[in-house]
């Protein structure tokens, strides 16, 4: 693992945050739960008001039929959330340390796991799903993310080619409307027309594009980073005409988008990340607009590339000449009005 940068000076500590899209697992070898999480939201310098949980494949129900195992995650979660809400919690102070309960409203609002391909009983899933979130749940993620090369991992679904398209998925999406659940979708670059597709035939169903759509830099698409965005940017703005699509600006953060930080000696420093980043999250911004577009860590995914702390000062970096309003949509307001949030 490289080191980790230099500390760096917070800049506009004092700048609202809503965190859209993190995860909790507790994996062989990798813990980020509620605890690192308040590390790096709470004790990292920046103003991280909430934040909102995405599913990750974590805490499912053990012998649960199939499609019902994901009911588990957002139990867990749920759980999770009213120990961040509560007023005596801080896991930051140590036993019998005097202070005040835990500032941030840690997963919020949660968006869980369905598969999608059940066709029509997946609604049950569903409900089940909005009461174990106690008024916190709020859509679900069915990853799509496919590629036929070999170096590119697929999506920890293991979905197959086409996915967004298939009969029996959009038989289970037309079912989150009603519901008043949203969709997050999560697939490769190459696959964005398949989500404008889906979008354009379910436009009473709200969508959020997780990770800038997912520019791929490895395998095939390794040393090709002008070809692949020129591809990818007519992509986003055909995709942006769509009133009921949102966007989340980061995730580039991962391995896959192919900018190699994680195989530095030390890690970067955030106006390298921004100088990097720039491009991306500019060129949403422009096609979505603020009022659709909120930036996301993504942790504890990213954190291969940065620490939490430099990854929010090139976001800032790169927002440098917004407008206050404009960053108060991008930072936390555009995010609280997706999620459905006071």
């Not at 690192?36 to 909102?52: I, K, P, Q, Y």
């Amino acid at each position: 693992m490289p080191d980790p940068a230099p500390i760096e000076e917070i800049l506009e500590p004092d700048l609202p945050i809503c965190d859209p899209h993190h995860h909790l697992w507790d994996f062989p070898g990798s813990r980020y739960m509620l605890a690192e999480l308040l590390e790096d939201t709470a004790g990292g310098g920046h103003r991280v008001e909430s934040t909102v949980f995405v599913e990750c494949g974590s805490f499912y129900r053990a012998g649960a039929a199939p499609g019902w195992q994901f009911v588990g995650e957002v139990e867990f979660v749920n759980g999770v959330a009213a120990m961040a809400a509560s007023d005596r919690y801080n896991p930051l102070l140590q036993p019998g340390e005097a202070g005040r309960a835990c500032s941030v409203l840690a997963c919020e609002a949660i968006v869980g796991r369905a598969d999608l391909t059940m066709g029509a009983p997946v609604e049950g899933v569903l409900e089940r799903q909005v009461r174990a979130g106690n008024g916190r749940y709020r859509g679900i993620r069915h990853a799509g993310g496919w590629d036929a090369s070999d170096a590119v991992r697929n999506s920890h679904t293991d979905p197959p080619q086409g996915l967004y398209a298939s009969k029996a998925f959009r038989e289970g999406f037309s079912r989150l409307s009603a519901l008043g659940l949203s969709f997050e979708a999560w697939q490769y670059h190459p696959q964005l027309p398949e989500v404008t597709d889906l979008a354009r035939a379910f436009p009473e169903t709200l969508i959020v594009l997780d990770h800038v759509g997912g520019p791929l830099g490895i395998g095939p698409y390794a040393g090709k980073r002008d070809e692949v965005f020129a591809g990818w940017r007519a992509d986003i703005a055909e995709l942006a005409r769509l009133p009921n699509v949102w966007v989340k600006l980061g995730g580039l953060g991962m391995t896959i988008c192919g900018f190699g930080h994680h195989k530095r000696e030390v890690l970067p420093r955030s106006a390298e990340l921004a100088e990097a980043w720039r491009p991306y999250i500019e060129t949403c911004i422009e096609a979505f607009g603020p009022e659709r577009s909120m930036l996301e860590s993504n942790f504890p995914v990213d954190r291969a590339s940065c620490s939490y702390a430099n990854l929010w000062n090139a976001f800032k970096r790169i927002t440098a000449g917004a407008s206050a309003s404009e960053k108060a949509l991008v930072y936390r307001d555009t995010a609280r009005k997706f999620y459905r949030l006071p």
